[in-house]
Every structure is written in structure tokens, then in C-alpha cells.
């Protein structure tokens, strides 16, 4: 029995084929409004708050597999039955589990900054960080060295942008959804049944996802390219925002069915 399951909040923008847009964790919706924005003069966004952030009421408890459904559900009442996927960190990731599980046709994929397993050492630090996130502690110092690279780091706009990440949602719906990622399935063995295109992008000196976590996705999907974005981090549509938007541009453009 779940609490709070009142329909996700979208703000939807554009016609035309569906783009689902899932923001990281932690990380505002409004990150990803930019894009949606940009992406709306071609095609339908949709961008989702996830459960805890935005407008969006809590998950509790919290299981992503109940997530990823209430993320179907919401796209499916607004008379979406296919879309393409965009995802950034977190989002990736869940971008992912959503075309596994197949209640969503999928058109093509996209994923920034991206993951698809945590290893056993970052699934520990998740279970670490939510303890500490419980107890109170603030994330703000960490996130401009953690999401940026040391060039990033000297425009204040993008400092303030990450550090207002560490707010996004309130510190219990954080510290379930770190400890919900930290249990999560491995998903590269999934991705070789996804019969989709995949964009994979990722800046070169992303702490948060390493380029490795990239890598994986790429090795194991069967229709994927990787892109890195040389002295990017994590926040690649802060420091990489034109260049992101074209190359997913392109992407979707190439992955539409010809009519």
C-alpha cells in the first residue's frame, strides 16, 4: 500500500512525436526546462517531475520499480503510447529500467551523464550518503565541485544551479530514492534487447558518472554511439547545453520512422 500516489506532474510543451524527459537524482525539473523548451519548437516534451521533486507529491515507500510506473502511467493519461527517452544522471538510468520493461513503446533512447549499474562501492556511498542526508547533513558544499569541472566551477550561474540541486527534494524522499538506486538490478544485461538507437553523452571529467559507466552502456546496448564532451562534468547542460541540444537534435531526428 502506497501513500501519496496522486498522477506525476508534466509540464508538457511542443507537438508532434513524444519526447519524455526524466531529470537526475538529486536535481530540479527545472534543469531540464531549457532543453524542453528547445526541443518543443519540433517535438511534444514532456518533462516529468519525478516522485518528491517539483510538483510532484512524495513515494512513499519509495520503490522505483512504483516509480517507473507512475511515470508510464502519467505519460499514458496524457494519450502517449510511444515516445523517445531522454534522461540525464539518475534519469538515465531510469530512462533505461522504462524501455526494459516494455509498458512504453520506445523509439529511441538518449542519456546523459548516464548509468546503468551501481557498483558495489557507489551503492555503498549511496547508502552512506542517505544516512547522512538523514541526519541532517546539508549536500551544498559538494555540489559544485562534485557536478562541474574546475573550469565550470568559475561561472557563479552554473555554482548556484547545482548547489540549488541539494534542495531539490526534502532529505527523507532523497535518502529513500539513494537507498532505492543502491538496491537496484544491474541493468547492462538488458540493454542488448533493447532494439532502439541509444545516444549516449557524457562529459570527459564527470565525476558523479564517470565516462566508464558511459562505456558500459555503449559495449553493451546493440545500437548505441557514445559522445564525450572534452572538459565537461557532470552538469553537461550546464556547461555543454548548445552543443547537447544539437546532437540530441540530431539524434532524434535520425531515429524518427520514415514516413
Known amino acids: 500500500m ?5 498522477m506525476l506532474h508534466i509540464e508538457d510543451r511542443g507537438a ?5 524527459m526524466l531529470h537526475g537524482s538529486p536535481t ?3 534543469h531540464l ?7 518543443s519548437a519540433r517535438w511534444r516534451t514532456l518533462l516529468v517531475h519525478l516522485p518528491g521533486y517539483g510538483e510532484s507529491a512524495s513515494l512513499v515507500p519509495y520503490d522505483l520499480d512504483r516509480a517507473h510506473e ?3 502511467e502519467a505519460v499514458a493519461a496524457r494519450g502517449v503510447e510511444r515516445a523517445h527517452l531522454i534522461g540525464h544522471s539518475g534519469g538515465a538510468n531510469r530512462a533505461l529500467a522504462i524501455a526494459a520493461r516494455g509498458e512504453l513503446a520506445v523509439t529511441s533512447i538518449v542519456t546523459l551523464s548516464g548509468v546503468a549499474r551501481f557498483p558495489d562501492e557507489v551503492a555503498r556511498g549511496y547508502i552512506d550518503l542517505a544516512g547522512k542526508v538523514r541526519a541532517g547533513a546539508d ?5 559544485a565541485e562534485l557536478m562541474l569541472s574546475a573550469a565550470g566551477r568559475a561561472h557563479p550561474d552554473w555554482v548556484a544551479e547545482v548547489e540549488s540541486w541539494a534542495k531539490a527534494s526534502r532529505g527523507e524522499d532523497l535518502a529513500r530514492e539513494l537507498e532505492a538506486f543502491a538496491r537496484s538490478p544491474d541493468l547492462l544485461g538488458v540493454l542488448a534487447a533493447l532494439d ?9 571529467v564527470d565525476q558523479a558518472t564517470p565516462l566508464v559507466r558511459s562505456e558500459e552502456i555503449v559495449a ?5 554511439t557514445l559522445e564525450v564532451v572534452p572538459d565537461v562534468g557532470h552538469a553537461i547542460l550546464c556547461e555543454d547545453f548548445e552543443g547537447t541540444a544539437q546532437a540530441i537534435a540530431r539524434h532524434l531526428e535520425a531515429a524518427e520512422p520514415a514516413a
Open 220 to 224: 553493451a546496448a546493440k545500437h548505441a
Open 70 to 72: 507512475l511515470v508510464e
Open 139 to 143: 549536500l551544498t558544499p559538494m555540489m
Open 2 to 6: 502506497y501513500d501519496h500516489e496522486a
Open 16 to 20: 508532434g512525436a513524444a519526447l519524455v
Open 196 to 204: 532502439v538507437p541509444l545516444l549516449v553523452r557524457v562529459g570527459a
Open 28 to 30: 530540479t525539473p527545472r
Open 33 to 39: 526546462r531549457p532543453l524542453a523548451e528547445r526541443l
